[in-house]
T-cell receptor, first 115, second 110 residues
Framework: EAGVVQSPRYKIIEKKQPVAFWCNPI?????LYWYLQNLGQGPELLIR????????DSQLPKDRFSAERLKGVDSTLKIQPAELGDSAVYLC?????????????FGEGSRLTVL | QKEVEQDPGPLSVPEGAIVSLNCTYS??????FMWYRQYSRKGPELLMY????GNKEDGRFTAQVDKSSKYISLFIRDSQPSDSATYLC??????????FGAGTILRVKS
């Protein structure tokens, strides 16, 4: 069974440029998460989707970050414009359900460097 | 003060040693406790999952939860070089977001 797929794995951009990350969750997983992981830190939740609905986006900086999950499957996370402090790893995860505390399956992450 | 505190290490041990990794937390509502392992440039993967207080054993790994002290531990017996990774504790309450510790870097020397 394929795991969570993310692309691109690495991205280097100049500040003020836009960037987008794509995630394909495990088939059948209704819940999709985007996490931010800074160097030496644990993942921090940016947004959680239940099917197409964003049910928790309280930590998403909405002035420059946006996300969508069309048809309840793939998801895209966008940053526009990027700032130096956005350099980090963006992790996508999926789970069967967010009720209780089901196992999260993570992708390998998209590593962003903003110059 | 962070909700979950975890010593970042690095922790360096010889092969075959018993490793103890720990986290403390402040939110008494947490009920589900997990340990994730993250290899370099990879995503975290679930290692152990415990509900409420008590112990859970899986092969060389044992997870302990002491809710009265708000303290959780992961023990690794007969540590191997392949155990070298970052270990992240994580916890949550029903229906809420998972909160991660900062992770402890473990290095097992052969």
């Amino acid at each position: 069974e394929a795991g969570v797929v993310q692309s691109p794995r690495y991205k280097i951009i100049e500040k003020k440029q836009p960037v987008a990350f794509w995630c394909n969750p495990i088939s059948g997983h209704n819940t999709l998460y985007w996490y931010l992981q800074n160097l030496g830190q644990g993942p921090e939740l940016l947004i959680r989707y239940e099917n197409e609905e964003a049910v928790d986006d309280s930590q998403l900086p909405k002035d420059r970050f946006s996300a969508e999950r069309l048809k309840g499957v793939d998801s895209t996370l966008k940053i526009q414009p990027a700032e130096l402090g956005d350099s980090a790893v963006y992790l996508c995860a999926s789970s069967l359900s967010s009720r209780g505390a089901g196992e999260l399956f993570f992708g390998e992450g998209s590593r962003l460097t903003v110059l | 003060q962070k909700e979950v505190e975890q010593d970042p290490g690095p922790l360096s041990v010889p092969e075959g040693a018993i490793v103890s990794l720990n986290c403390t937390y402040s939110n008494s509502a947490f009920q589900y406790f997990m340990w994730y392992r993250q290899y370099s440039r990879k995503g975290p993967e679930l290692l152990m999952y415990t509900y409420s207080s008590g112990n859970k054993e899986d092969g060389r790994f044992t997870a302990q939860v002491d809710k009265s002290s708000k303290y959780i531990s992961l023990f690794i017996r007969d540590s191997q070089p392949s155990d070298s990774a970052t270990y992240l504790c994580a916890m949550t309450s029903y229906g809420n977001k998972l909160v991660f510790g900062a992770g402890t870097i473990l290095r097992v020397k052969s």
